[in-house]
């Protein structure tokens, strides 16, 4: 019995080591990416190492096709022809789907309940 509460110990201490490694390191990689003088507005994956970039940079608003081996400035776009950006809960996209699933998952589990309680009755 102890062997199984050390094993599971370390196992909880190895995910929270892992959790801790991944926000510091992304912590890193965040502060490294970001820039003052340009924003990458909007982003779109064409394949594999490709994609569309409409990045914001002098002033300019710019739409760039980016491989993996070239950079290109395809046009210049208009900045007052742009829509708006929704606006990104606090907290991050993926917060914000994280507690859409656990609140559908727990609806679920609700009505699941239900149903046993009327089946035993």
Known sequence: MLSLIGMLGGFFLILFLAYWA??????????????????????????????????????????????AHHIERLEELDADALPEPPPVPQGGAFLAALKSALEQKKGKGSADEGNADTSEA
Do not use: N
């Open 22 to 67: 991944a926000r510091l390191l992304g912590r890193g990689y965040a502060a490294s990416g970001a820039g003052r003088m340009v924003e990458v507005l909007d982003r779109m994956s064409l394949g594999q190492e490709k994609q569309l970039l409409v990045v914001k940079a002098a002033g300019k608003v710019l739409l760039l096709g980016v491989t």
